[in-house]
């Protein structure tokens, strides 16, 4: 059910952005950096959620779980940078090819390199930094608080297992006390009840008791 669910929550998450920007027609590397985004927030939450927290911080090496959660983050903070600027990068040269294309003349026209990459639109502003910060933070919230809620659940799962089969062993204790009891009491009772027929009876009676 688990595994359901986070597929049905990575389709609605993939899918909706596609449909949206197939409707509005954005351009492609718009989508191209959300999907980016959308990847490297699951890469955190995920490696905080199967591993990190998991390994380090239920474990009660916190120390480790944290530098090792600054770690992640600064790590996937240069591979999504490195894909910004080569999607950008990727989206700048096609613009420019198709204005070539449609006018050869535009090249004139244009600033010299320095003023053109000026104007070219950064991946990485401070804005787009501190975003990243806080979905970073964000992700690793949720992923801590979800597994300490599904840890939690599990535990409390255990323990009324635990209680179950150790109320189960306790009433088979009791059974196996007081069944040999009764079964004696019920011979005795039958054993004086049947006192007044033959004493065939009475002699099957005490063989069935010493079984």
């Known amino acids: 059910m688990q595994v359901l669910l986070h597929i049905a929550a990575?389709?609605?998450?993939l899918g909706l952005p596609l449909y949206s920007f197939m409707r509005l027609n954005?351009?492609?590397?718009?989508?191209?950096?959300?999907?980016?985004?959308?990847?490297?927030?699951?890469l955190i939450f995920y490696g905080n959620y199967?591993?990190?927290i998991p390994r380090y911080f239920f474990?009660?090496?916190?120390?480790?779980?944290?530098?090792?959660v600054?770690?992640?983050?600064?790590?996937?903070f240069f591979i999504s940078h490195l894909a910004y600027?080569?999607?950008?990068?990727?989206?700048?040269?096609?613009?420019?090819?198709?204005?070539?294309?449609?006018?050869?003349?535009?090249?004139?026209?244009?600033?010299?390199?320095?003023?053109?990459?000026?104007?070219?639109?950064?991946?990485?502003?401070?804005?787009?930094?501190?975003?990243?910060?806080?979905?970073s933070l964000g992700?690793?919230?949720?992923?801590?608080?979800?597994r300490s809620l599904e840890r939690h659940s599990l535990i409390e799962k255990r323990q009324k297992e635990l209680e179950k089969e150790k109320l189960n062993a306790e009433l088979a204790f009791l059974k196996g006390q007081i069944s040999p009891h009764f079964f004696f009491n019920t011979l005795n009772n039958i054993y004086a009840l049947i006192g007044i027929n033959t004493e065939d009876s009475q002699t099957a009676v005490l063989k069935l008791s010493r079984m």
């Open 70 to 76: 600054t770690a992640l983050i600064l790590v996937l």
């Open 85 to 135: 600027t080569a999607v950008f990068s990727r989206a700048n040269f096609d613009e420019r090819s198709d204005r070539l294309r449609s006018n050869p003349r535009v090249e004139k026209d244009e600033p010299p390199p320095p003023q053109r990459e000026r104007r070219t639109f950064g991946p990485f502003g401070p804005m787009q930094i501190y975003n990243y910060v806080f979905t």
């Open 139 to 146: 992700m690793t919230i949720f992923a801590l608080g979800l």
């Open 26 to 42: 954005f351009p492609n590397v718009f989508l191209w950096a959300l999907y980016i985004n959308i990847v490297v927030n699951g």
């Open 10 to 13: 990575w389709a609605v998450i």
């Open 59 to 68: 474990n009660k090496r916190r120390v480790r779980y944290y530098i090792s």
């Open 50 to 52: 199967l591993v990190l």
